[in-house]
């Protein structure tokens, strides 16, 4: 248990439908990051929050929509997705952005149909 | 911008015997370095981390790694390895001192055969 919750862990979504993932982190941390992980591919960085505000989105197509409403909750709303945006999608979270230390949950798997 | 470069894919290895995983990372002035391990179906958990001081960094599960700035490696190394230690190994990088996000390796996949 690293502190950092996701929901759900598995996800099945067809390429009309809207969801959403939930990331909970029960740190006190202020930061926190939505990261795409594919296979053979790095992770990749997708969008970066500090106390509540966005400070980073890494050109992320604006069929992710992500949802801070404070410092614990993060959330990234899906729609009309394609199927090469099956991965699985970890959250992290850390002191506040810069900081050396990341924590992070155990992911979502995401499959689109 | 940084980078993080993990030699080998995957490295398979008889249950007890000695491992190295290789990371090199692009040059900075200073740098922070992590290695987390990903088991199956899970997330990442951190394993070690580099900050600064002693340039040998041991973790959690007998794994330690050692820092050399000459050659811009982190690489992990465990002296007897078990079954349980299967799983995806990833190296990362942060800027010291800076805003800057963790990099990311692409991982090495670590099979640990009876």
């Known amino acids: 248990e690293t502190g950092v919750t996701q929901t759900p862990r598995h996800l099945v979504m067809g390429m009309t439908n809207k969801k959403s993932l939930k990331c909970e982190q029960h740190?006190?941390?202020?930061?926190m990051y939505w990261y795409k992980q594919s296979a053979k591919k790095p992770l990749e960085l997708m969008f970066v929050?500090?106390?509540?505000?966005?400070?980073e989105n890494n050109s992320v197509p604006s069929r992710f929509s992500p949802e801070c409403p404070n410092s614990s909750h993060l959330f990234l709303h899906l729609h009309t997705l394609q199927p090469e945006d099956s991965a699985l999608y970890l959250c992290?979270?850390?002191?506040?952005?810069?900081?050396?230390?990341?924590?992070f949950g155990q992911g979502t798997r995401l499959t689109v149909v | 911008a940084q980078s993080v470069t993990q030699l080998d894919s995957q490295v398979p290895v008889f249950e007890e015997a000695p491992v190295e995983l290789r990371c090199n990372y692009s040059s900075s002035v200073s740098v922070y370095l992590f290695w987390y391990v990903q088991y199956p179906n899970q997330g990442l958990q951190l394993l070690l981390k580099y900050l600064s001081g002693s340039t040998l960094v041991k973790g959690i599960n007998g794994f330690e790694a050692e820092f050399n700035k000459s050659q811009t490696s982190f690489h992990l190394r465990k002296p007897s390895v078990h079954i349980s230690d299967t799983a995806e190994y990833f190296c990362?990088?942060?800027?010291?001192?800076?805003?800057?996000?963790?990099?990311f390796g692409k991982g090495t996949k670590l099979s640990v055969k009876p």
């Open positions: 929050y500090n106390f509540k505000e966005q400070t």
């Open positions: 740190l006190g941390h202020n930061a």
């Open positions: 992290a979270s850390s002191q506040e952005t810069g900081w050396p230390e990341a924590f």
């Open positions: 990362a990088v942060r800027d010291g001192g800076s805003q800057g996000n963790l990099i």
